[in-house]
């Protein structure tokens, strides 16, 4: 009878996740690995192949588990033009605040692997077209219905441009924190999203990065 696991899949590979993240791939050996899950290497070749299966399968898991749910709770909670400011500005905040630097996991690993790796490019391909398509251009598409965004707005155009920003932004973040180019990504977020007719005001989103104390609303998982 095959010796039953002492430890959860889920478990080593959350663990294997946050060493990839803080320390990209080709800088996480198979001793970082085993040391930070807690299993022997038998145990990770067994269970999940080589240090790249692993991988693959954690990059796999973060879409799942962050990337996704933190992205579902701001379209649940917000309004679309307030869900699409309010996620740079939490993220803008956290950085600030000295949290949130280590980047984007999945952002990370494309400029670390894709150029070279076609299996990884497809994963982050897949990624970035459903910021693009199922978050940013929808939360345009629902704005422009309701009102709330400008109809001089062009979803497309605009949704790849807030893709770029926000790749720009959790770039920065582990470069140049610096509160003048948070500013001003924050900024441009603003003047691609004009509101429409049932929006008296523009939503302040630069008021976070110019005021200490400002309360953030919890996500449902960190900012990616």
């Known amino acids: 009878m095959a010796r039953k696991k002492q430890f959860g ?5 959350h663990k294997a996740m946050v060493a990839f993240w803080n320390h990209g791939y080709n800088a996480t050996s198979l001793q970082v690995l085993v040391e930070c899950m807690g299993i022997n290497r038998a145990s990770l070749y067994n269970t999940f192949g080589d240090k790249y299966s692993l991988f693959i399968e954690t990059l796999h898991s973060y879409r799942l588990v962050y990337l996704n749910p933190f992205f579902a709770e701001k379209m649940k909670v917000y309004s679309p033009r307030e869900a699409i400011l309010t ?6 905040a956290r950085v600030l605040k000295g949290e949130e630097q280590n980047g984007c996991f999945m952002i990370n690993t494309a400029l ?13 391909s897949q990624s970035f077209a459903y ?19 400008s109809k001089s707005v062009v979803p497309i155009a605009t949704a790849r441009a807030l893709l770029s920003l926000f790749i720009g932004l959790r770039v920065l973040s582990r470069s140049r924190p610096e509160k003048a180019l948070l500013h001003s990504i924050a900024n441009q977020v603003e ?6 007719d049932t929006v008296a005001l523009p939503h302040p989103i630069s008021h976070t990065l110019k005021s200490q104390g400002h309360k953030i609303q919890p996500s449902a998982a960190r900012a990616l």
């Open 9 to 13: 899949i889920n478990d080593v590979m």
């Open 87 to 92: 996620l740079f500005e939490e993220i803008s």
């Open 112 to 124: 670390e692997l894709s150029p070279h790796d076609e299996k990884v490019a497809k994963i982050v």
């Open 131 to 149: 910021i693009e398509k199922n978050v940013f251009r929808k939360m345009i598409e629902r704005g422009q219905a309701s009102g709330e965004i």
């Open 191 to 196: 003047r691609l999203l004009p509101p429409g």
